[in-house]
C-alpha cells in the first residue's frame, strides 16, 4: 500500500491518529502488506515542505518512520510557528539521528529532488487529495476508515492471485 501524505494535513493526521496504529498492527506486522509513504506536500500548507525535508533527512539516515511519527505527533505545535525548524530539530534529536548529518541535509536542500518526484509520481498516479492510498490498482483519497482499507487489500490480493 502507497500512503500519498503531506505531514501538515490535519486529514492526514486524524488518519495517523485514528487508523494507523491498528493499520500496522493488522497488516504491516503480520507482513499481509507493505507500506510505502509518498510525500505529497500542499502548497496551501507553509510547513509541509520542510517537514517532508527533515523525515526524509531522518530517513537518509534510517529513521523516517520515528521522524514521521514525531511529526504527526507534534503537528498542532509547529503548524502555525513562523519557522518550525526549532521543533524538527527537537524532533530529529528525539530520533537518535547523527545531529550534524541531519542539520547538513535539511540545509543543503539536496533531498528536495526526491520530494517534488515523490509529488509528481503521485500526481501522475492521480492523487490530488491527502491522505490518498493505493492499493492494487485502485485509489483512495481521503483519512480512510480501516475496514475500507481491508476491503481494497482484499480485492487487491484476489486479483494477484488470478494473475
Same mark, same amino acid.
Given at each position: 500500500? /502507497?500512503? #500519498?501524505?503531506?505531514?501538515?494535513?490535519?486529514?492526514?493526521?486524524?488518519?495517523?491518529? %485514528?487508523?494507523?496504529?491498528?493499520?500496522?498492527? %493488522?497488516?504491516?506486522?503480520?507482513?499481509?502488506?507493505?507500506?510505502?509513504?509518498?510525500?505529497?506536500?500542499?502548497?496551501?500548507?507553509?510547513?509541509?515542505?520542510?517537514?517532508?525535508?527533515?523525515?526524509?533527512?531522518?530517513?537518509?539516515?534510517?529513521?523516517?518512520?520515528?521522524?514521521?511519527?514525531?511529526?504527526? *505527533?507534534? %503537528?498542532?505545535?509547529?503548524?502555525?510557528?513562523?519557522?518550525?525548524?526549532?521543533?524538527?530539530?527537537?524532533? *530529529?534529536?528525539?530520533?537518535? #539521528? &547523527?545531529?550534524?548529518?541531519?542539520?547538513?541535509?535539511?540545509?543543503? @536542500?539536496?533531498? =528536495?529532488?526526491? /520530494?517534488?518526484? +515523490?509529488?509528481? =509520481? $503521485?500526481? =501522475?498516479? @492521480?492523487?490530488?487529495?491527502?491522505?490518498?492510498?493505493? /492499493?492494487?490498482?485502485?485509489?483512495?483519497?481521503? $483519512?480512510?476508515?480501516? &475496514?475500507?482499507?481491508?476491503?481494497?487489500? +482484499?480485492?487487491?490480493? #484476489?486479483?494477484? =492471485?488470478?494473475?
Amino acid at each position: 500500500m /502507497i500512503e #500519498v501524505s503531506d505531514f501538515q494535513c490535519p486529514y492526514c493526521k486524524q488518519w495517523h491518529d %485514528q487508523t494507523y496504529p491498528q493499520f500496522l498492527e %493488522q497488516f504491516v506486522k503480520t507482513g499481509k502488506v507493505r507500506l510505502a509513504y509518498v510525500n505529497f506536500p500542499l502548497s496551501s500548507h507553509a510547513h509541509a515542505f520542510p517537514a517532508a525535508e527533515a523525515a526524509m533527512c531522518a530517513g537518509a539516515q534510517n529513521r523516517f518512520w520515528p521522524m514521521h511519527d514525531a511529526l504527526f *505527533a507534534t %503537528q498542532t505545535r509547529w503548524e502555525n510557528l513562523p519557522s518550525p525548524a526549532p521543533v524538527f530539530d527537537s524532533l *530529529a534529536q528525539s530520533t537518535g #539521528v &547523527d545531529m550534524e548529518r541531519w542539520r547538513d541535509c535539511v540545509s543543503s @536542500g539536496k533531498i =528536495r529532488p526526491l /520530494i517534488e518526484a +515523490d509529488h509528481d =509520481r $503521485a500526481q =501522475r498516479a @492521480g492523487a490530488s487529495a491527502t491522505p490518498s492510498f493505493m /492499493i492494487g490498482d485502485k485509489l483512495l483519497a481521503g $483519512a480512510m476508515p480501516l &475496514d475500507e482499507l481491508q476491503k481494497a487489500i +482484499d480485492s487487491a490480493m #484476489v486479483k494477484n =492471485r488470478k494473475q
